[in-house]
């Protein structure tokens, strides 16, 4: 389904280095847009925003290619979580969702070349961007896995396409495990992520990523897009963005409880014993060529281990939805289709 709908927006691309990436007031020197158009089609009933939130109940964005998405904040499983839609609800659905230090932002040029033929819906998990981020509030993988479903069947989503990245495909790991969710996945696109081998050396410093300091940086994006993990420039305008959306105070604390769960020898055993023995549906493991933190010899043997998986190697680096957003767009249309 196609939409035009005229939209003025003004972005702002101006960012200081005197920002904060703890702390938005109105004084902040960079907005992604003003407060926008309100949609006419309201599709779920409105939860309070948690605090320190900007983004409104049914707000517009233009997102690329023509398509426009809409912000919503839904209550479900205890929680408040902010997401992203756009396409027709009537259409098979894609959720995606995100890694660290990522937010649904990271998906909006994928979702915009493939809203035309399905319901493409982007999540800011627990303790990221506009979601909810109390720390009563159960931030492990397998208790984001457990809200994300329930915030599917609280819009009225059964079965539903999976896209994760990084981060985002170890909560997709615990959603394929757990039986009740397991059978509503249609299939998965699982980008970016260590497979049936331990992950490389050098390893991520996992430990550190524990510690608040480490996500309170407020460099660290930059950081990140500007160090090896990226092989192509981002504009000034993405970083700013990626900025503030990973900016919202308490993401740094929700952050490290979140880091605390796991590790990655867990995790590879988690998958070896829980992960691939239940991946029933369609799956395809897209990695990059050249990201120097998940390498290509972690797929060793996965295709032979996953019944129906296929592990696809591309001219990429770790942020492949940045860098290559109709790629990803592509292998998921193919996929899905």
């Known amino acids: 389904m196609k939409r035009s709908i005229l939209l003025s927006i003004i972005v702002s691309v101006s960012i200081s280095s005197a920002a904060s990436a703890q702390q938005l007031t109105e004084t902040d020197p960079y907005r992604p847009y003003p407060l926008a158009q309100i949609s006419n089609e309201i599709l779920y009933p409105a939860a309070q925003p948690p605090e320190g939130t ?3 109940h049914g707000e517009i964005e233009y997102l690329a290619q023509n398509v426009f998405g809409t912000h919503w904040y839904v209550e479900a499983n205890g929680a408040v979580w902010h997401f992203v839609t756009a396409g027709d609800p009537k259409d098979e659905a894609i959720l995606f969702v995100h890694g660290h230090p990522d937010t649904w932002w990271s998906w909006h040029e994928v979702m915009s070349y493939l809203a035309d033929d399905f319901y493409v ?4 998990t627990l303790g990221y961007g506009q979601s909810d981020k109390r720390l009563d509030l159960n931030l492990t993988y397998s208790g984001v896995a457990t809200g994300v479903a329930a915030l599917m069947t609280e819009i009225g989503i059964e079965a539903f396409n999976l896209v994760g990245h990084d981060r985002g495909s170890v909560v997709g790991d615990h959603m394929v495990s757990q039986d009740d969710i397991n059978p509503r996945i249609l299939a998965y696109l699982r980008m970016q992520q260590s497979a049936d081998q331990p992950h490389g050396l050098p390893r991520p410093d996992h430990a550190g990523m524990t510690e608040v300091s480490f996500h309170s940086n407020p460099t660290l994006i930059r950081d990140l897009f500007e160090s090896n993990y990226f092989s192509v420039e981002m504009s000034e305008e993405h970083i700013a963005r990626a900025t503030w959306e990973y900016g919202f105070e308490g993401t740094a604390e929700a952050a490290a409880v979140r880091y605390s769960d796991a590790s990655f020898d867990k995790e590879l055993e988690f998958r070896l014993a ?5 991946m029933t549906m369609p799956v395809v493991f897209m990695q990059g060529a050249h990201d120097p933190g ?3 010899e972690e797929y060793w043997r996965t295709a032979d ?3 129906d998986g296929k592990v696809l190697i591309v001219d990429a680096n770790h942020f492949i939805q940045a860098e290559q957003p109709k790629l990803v767009a ?3 249309r193919d996929l899905f289709d």
């Open 274 to 278: 829980e992960v691939f023995p239940r």
């Open 305 to 307: 281990m996953v019944p």
């Open 54 to 56: 900007v983004s409104r």
């Open 294 to 296: 998940q390498r290509p």
């Open 121 to 124: 819906i982007a999540v800011d």
């Open 330 to 332: 592509d292998a998921a």
